[in-house]
Nanobody, 129 residues
Framework: QAQLVESGGGLVQPGGSLRLSCVAS????????IGWFRQSPGKEREGISC????????YYKDSVKGRFTISRHNLNNTGDLQMNSLKPEDTAIYYC??????????????????????WGQGTQVTVSS
């Protein structure tokens, strides 16, 4: 059964860091675009970062640019999201997603796309003192 599993969430103080990981099983992530989304209570799920499966281009929402770094490790079939300088407004459930469509990264971050071929179950990130 093909699936994605996230890990690495937790409680962190403002200004702290967390590293989220997304592990794929049942399929090879090599040519998939990998996106990270988040959803806060009362808000819609939003795409915040994405890495291309074709050329490794990275995309970030303005709200996380300069603080978050997305990466992928095809040999290990994983994707990561390093989150630094965390703020209370970063509190949300974080999801990874994988999709092969060429427009996925752009649509996920800038056109409100919230569907993908594969989704993880989500991991809670809470930023609070």
């Amino acid at each position: 059964q093909a699936q994605l599993v996230e890990s690495g969430g937790g409680l962190v103080q403002p200004g702290g860091s967390l590293r989220l990981s997304c592990v794929a099983s049942g399929f090879k992530m090599d040519y998939y675009n990998i996106g990270w989304f988040r959803q806060s209570p009362g808000k819609e799920r939003e795409g915040i970062s994405c890495i291309s499966g074709t050329d490794g281009s990275r995309y970030y929402k303005d709200s996380v640019k300069g603080r978050f770094t997305i990466s992928r490790h095809n040999l290990n079939n994983t994707g990561d999201l390093q989150m630094n300088s965390l703020k209370p407004e970063d509190t949300a459930i974080y999801y990874c997603a994988a999709d092969m469509s060429q427009e996925f990264c752009w649509d996920a971050l800038f056109n409100g796309r919230s569907d993908a071929e594969y989704w993880g179950q989500g991991t809670q990130v809470t930023v609070s003192s």
